[in-house]
């Protein structure tokens, strides 16, 4: 076996080990390698299940949080979903294999172009990535079967819970600092939202307005 097989093997099993089990994410997970996402000093850590700093003072999520955000969505084929917070454009790139559209929004121009760019390489033809407040979501777009927030808010942002489809799903971490916060999973009812609390998670938090990078 090559070292490459050998360390995708050994990183999925890590990702089941930390309750990654859904078979068509641990398929996207496999396929989209993240090397591509991340530049310089840190490729060489790519297949590591830890958070790495990219451009802007965000950070790539580690994989197994990928996977456990994306396999709590519960996805389907035909999902048009919405990503506040492309960051490296590596979840939308794992999105991408699982439904029909992807829509990512991020305060910061060089991290939506540098993403575009992974995109373009890879061919993922159906990821629109857009540079907005992504507190506010994407109101022509919407409404979405599905929306992953990547940063932490104090409160499921209500402009994003508007945007979700009834019987759709959120999933947005919560808390007002950046040590104590909660993946919350919400999902729109007839008559409201229900919320499940998943897991202790670290994010960035949610900034509103444009990033002053060009």
């Keep these: 076996m090559s070292d490459a097989a050998e360390r995708k093997m050994q990183f999925l099993y890590a990702l089941r080990s930390k309750g990654v089990t859904d078979h068509a994410v641990l398929t996207a997970m496999e396929k989209i390698d993240r090397a591509p996402f991340i530049r310089g000093y840190f490729t060489d850590r790519a ?26 969505l519960d996805l389907s084929p035909r999902d048009k979903v919405l990503e506040v917070g492309t960051g490296s454009g590596y979840q939308a790139a794992i999105l991408s294999c699982l439904v029909r559209r992807v829509y990512t929004v991020d305060r910061h121009m060089r991290l939506v172009r540098e993403a575009r760019a992974v995109f373009d390489q890879l061919g993922l033809a159906n990821i629109t990535a857009f540079t907005a407040d992504g507190s506010h979501g ?41 040590t104590v916060q909660r993946l919350i999973r919400v999902v729109r009812t007839e008559t409201g939202y229900d919320y499940e609390e998943l897991r202790h998670v670290r994010f960035v938090p949610l900034v509103e307005g444009l990033g002053k990078d060009s």
């Design 47 to 72: 297949y590591d299940d830890m958070p790495l700093p990219i451009s802007c003072g965000q950070t790539i999520s580690q994989p197994s949080v990928v996977g456990l955000m994306t396999q709590s």
């Design 138 to 178: 994407l109101p022509d777009q919407a409404p979405f079967d599905r929306i992953m927030v990547t940063a932490a808010a104090e409160d499921p942002p209500g402009p994003l819970l508007a945007q979700l489809k009834i019987g759709g799903i959120m999933v947005v971490p919560v808390g007002q600092s950046d």
